[in-house]
Nanobody, 125 residues
Framework: VQLQASGGGLVQAGGSLRLSCAATGSAFSTYDMAWFRQGPGEERDLVAAIRWSGFNSYYGDSVKGRFTISRDDDRGTVYLQMNNLRPEDTAVYYC???????????????????WGRGTQVTVSS
């Protein structure tokens, strides 16, 4: 699976952006998909994840109520709608894929084995 993220940019605080991640390769619908972000000098943290079935999602505490993850299996694409952006959301955002399981949504970074190049999101105050 190859992943290509897009949609980053510069936005003022309170604004919105939508990130997209297009996947090539087979069996997209069997992968849990996630967005991570990494600020300067920081760890790469999980922002949001969506299960392969599309029925379950996970959000980090700092983005709950502001960000929404979704997927379109027909297009092989996962999205991250980001509203009410804050300066602390500034980071490089990465999409990633993990082989889905029958148990629960995957939130462990090490299990995400496919990664796209990041897209920069900068929020000005």
């Amino acid at each position: 699976v190859q992943l290509q993220a897009s949609g980053g940019g510069l936005v003022q605080a309170g604004g919105s952006l939508r990130l997209s991640c297009a996947a090539t390769g087979s069996a997209f619908s069997t992968y849990d998909m996630a967005w991570f972000r990494q600020g300067p000098g920081e760890e790469r943290d999980l922002v949001a994840a969506i299960r392969w079935s599309g029925f379950n999602s996970y959000y980090g505490d700092s983005v709950k109520g502001r960000f929404t993850i979704s997927r379109d299996d027909d297009r092989g694409t996962v999205y991250l709608q980001m509203n009410n952006l804050r300066p602390e959301d500034t980071a490089v955002y990465y999409c990633a894929a993990a082989r889905g399981t029958l148990n629960s949504i995957i939130t462990v970074r090490q299990l995400y084995v496919y990664w796209g190049r990041g897209t920069q999101v900068t929020v000005s105050s």
